[in-house]
C-alpha cells in the first residue's frame, strides 16, 4: 500500500476545487482547514458527492460547513436526549434486578438467563471498578464495605453499552415485565432499540456524522407506526422517542430545538439525508391526547 504524502491547507483547498468544490472565499477555507482536519471535513462532501471524486453542481465550501456545524448541534441535542434515556434505564433495570434478586443479587449467575457467560460479566466489572478506583464513591465501597458495590451503586460505571448487554442477558421473563411496564413494548424490541441507542450514543460521543450517515444496527419499527424504519438518523430519533419517557421534555428538549435547527439550515440541508419524511414533526413529537 502506498504510503499517504501529508498536505498543506492550500493543497487541501486544490483538491476540493478539482472535485468540484466551489470556495469562494479562501481564507475562510484556509482558516477552517487549520482547525478541523481537512480529513474529518471531507466526510462531509460524502452526502454530495456523485462519485469518489467528484462532488455535485453546486456543492460550495461555505454549504458543506454549514453541514457540518449543524451537524455538531444535532449531535448536542440527541446526546443530551440520550443521557435522559440512559439514566431512566439504569434506574429502572437495577431497582428491579435489586428488588427481585437483591442488592447483591447480580453477583449470582442464577439471576441472569442460561445463555448468560457470568465469568465474563464479573471480569467486566472489575475492569469498570478498576478503571474508576479514584471516584470518590468507589473509594468509600472499596474501603467502607469491602468491595461490595450494590447494583445501583456499581451500574453508575455501566456505559450504555454494558447496561444493553445486562438487560439483554436477563431472564426473559424479567425482561419483558420491564419492558411492558416501563415502555409498552415487547423484550425483543427493548433489545433491538437498546442497541440502537448504543451506536446513537457512540456517534455523538465520539463526534462521528450523523447527517447523510447510515448506523449498524436495523431498528424495528414500533408497532402502528409509519413508516418502516430504517438505519438512517429519522429512525433512530424514532426508537430515541420511544424509550423517552417524559412526553413533555421530549417535545420541548428535543423536538423544539431540532425543528428550529433544519428550518435554520433548510437551504443548505437536505431532510432526505437524514431520512426524515413528509410531515416528519408529527412523527417524532409526542401528540397531546385530547381530553374528553
Known amino acids: 500500500m502506498s504510503e499517504k504524502i501529508p498536505s498543506t491547507p492550500n493543497e487541501q483547498i486544490k483538491k476540493l476545487r478539482q472535485r468540484g468544490c466551489i470556495i469562494e472565499n479562501e481564507q475562510l477555507a484556509r482558516d477552517t482547514l487549520k482547525h478541523i482536519n481537512y480529513y474529518r471535513l471531507s466526510n462531509y462532501f460524502e452526502p454530495f458527492s456523485i462519485s469518489k471524486h467528484q462532488y455535485e453542481e453546486g456543492t460550495t465550501f461555505e454549504k458543506i460547513l454549514r453541514i457540518y456545524e449543524m451537524d455538531r448541534k444535532l449531535r448536542s441535542i440527541l446526546l443530551a436526549a440520550l443521557e435522559e434515556v440512559e439514566i431512566t434505564l439504569r434506574a429502572a433495570v437495577s431497582n428491579y434486578h435489586a428488588l427481585k434478586y437483591g442488592a447483591m443479587g447480580y453477583l449470582n449467575p442464577s439471576s441472569f438467563d442460561r445463555s448468560h457467560n457470568h465469568q465474563t460479566f464479573l471480569a467486566r466489572l472489575d475492569h469498570m471498578i478498576e478503571a474508576n478506583s479514584d471516584r470518590q464513591f468507589v473509594k468509600h465501597y472499596n474501603r467502607q464495605h469491602d468491595g461490595k458495590f450494590p447494583l445501583w451503586v456499581v451500574m453508575e460505571l455501566f456505559s450504555f453499552g454494558s447496561l444493553a448487554f445486562f438487560y439483554k ?102 431532510l432526505s439525508d437524514l431520512g426524515f419524511p413528509d410531515g416528519w414533526e408529527t412523527k417524532i413529537a409526542f401528540v397531546e391526547e385530547k381530553k374528553e
Open 169 to 270: 442477558e436477563m431472564h426473559n421473563v424479567d425482561k419483558k415485565v420491564l419492558a411492558n411496564d416501563f415502555y409498552g413494548c415487547s423484550p425483543s424490541e427493548m433489545d433491538n432499540w437498546i442497541f440502537c441507542l448504543n451506536e446513537l450514543r457512540n456517534f455523538c460521543a465520539h463526534y462521528n456524522r450523523i447527517y447523510g450517515n447510515t448506523f449498524p444496527v436495523m431498528p424495528r419499527t414500533p408497532r402502528g407506526f409509519e413508516p418502516e424504519l430504517k438505519n438512517d438518523p429519522f429512525g433512530y430519533i424514532i426508537v430515541l422517542k420511544q424509550l423517552y419517557l417524559d412526553k413533555a421534555n421530549w417535545n420541548e428538549r428535543v423536538v423544539k430545538p431540532l425543528s428550529r435547527l433544519l428550518r435554520k439550515n433548510s437551504d443548505a440541508a437536505r
